[in-house]
């Protein structure tokens, strides 16, 4: 258990839906970190906030959107769904602002169908 | 676009053997990097690190080694078990970018 919780777990919708993924960082970890895992690919960094503040973004779709909340625990916002949206969606966590281990949730599995 | 490491391919080793599995990065400025192991169906699981002002770090059962030079990254498993059976990925980051960069990834079967 690497301490960093997502829910839920899976999630089932139709085209054209929204949904929001939740993260709960490890205890004391500031930065959260999203990707999204498509079948049997790599991991695609989406969004990296620290503090509540964006610090970093990737090939993020404009669809897609994220916060961090004073408490820390950070949403994925997914928009519009297509069925290519389908995939696993990670988030992790690390201490301070990168460069140090990133531990990762057990991920929520999202179904477009 | 950025990228590190090669296509999926798969490591067959049999039980007992030691594994070495492979990763180019792209980017020379980085200075961190990690190894990851992601069972199915489940999230990716720190195995080892290695800054850049290192060659190798061990740890247990498990070696990285880091050449600078031609930009690779090598993790070596000692007396690979079935239970190592997994995709690994290794991931670079430079300071400054905030970002993880991941490979596509390595998948390894421990044949008994």
């Known amino acids: 258990d690497s301490g960093v919780t997502q829910t839920p777990k899976h999630l089932i919708t139709a085209t054209g839906q929204r949904v929001t993924l939740r993260c709960s960082p490890r205890?004391?970890?500031?930065?959260v970190y999203w990707y999204q895992q498509s079948l049997d690919q790599g991991l695609q960094f989406l969004i990296h906030y620290y503090n509540g503040e964006e610090r970093a973004k990737g090939n993020i779709l404009e669809r897609f959107s994220a916060q961090q909340f004073p408490d820390l625990h950070s949403e994925l916002n997914l928009s519009s769904l297509e069925l290519g949206d389908s995939a696993l969606y990670f988030c992790a966590s690390s201490v301070f602002l990168g460069g140090e281990t990133q531990y990762f949730g057990p991920g929520t599995r999202l179904l477009v169908l | 676009g950025e990228s590190v490491g090669l296509h999926l391919p798969t490591l067959s080793v049999q039980e007992g053997d030691n594994s070495i599995i492979n990763c180019a990065y792209s980017?020379?400025?980085?200075?961190?990097f990690i190894w990851y192991k992601q069972e199915s169906g489940k999230g990716p699981q720190f195995i080892i690190d290695i800054r850049s002002n290192m060659d190798k770090r061990q740890g247990q059962r498990v070696t990285v080694l880091l050449n600078k030079t031609v930009k690779h990254l090598s993790l070596q498993i000692a007396a690979t078990q079935p239970g190592d059976s997994a995709v690994y990925f290794c991931?670079?980051?430079?300071?400054?970018?905030?970002?993880?960069?991941f490979g596509t990834g390595t998948r390894l079967k421990v044949l008994a």
């Open positions: 980017n020379s400025a980085s200075d961190y």
């Open positions: 205890s004391g970890d500031l930065s």
């Open positions: 991931a670079e980051y430079k300071a400054g970018t905030y970002k993880y960069i």
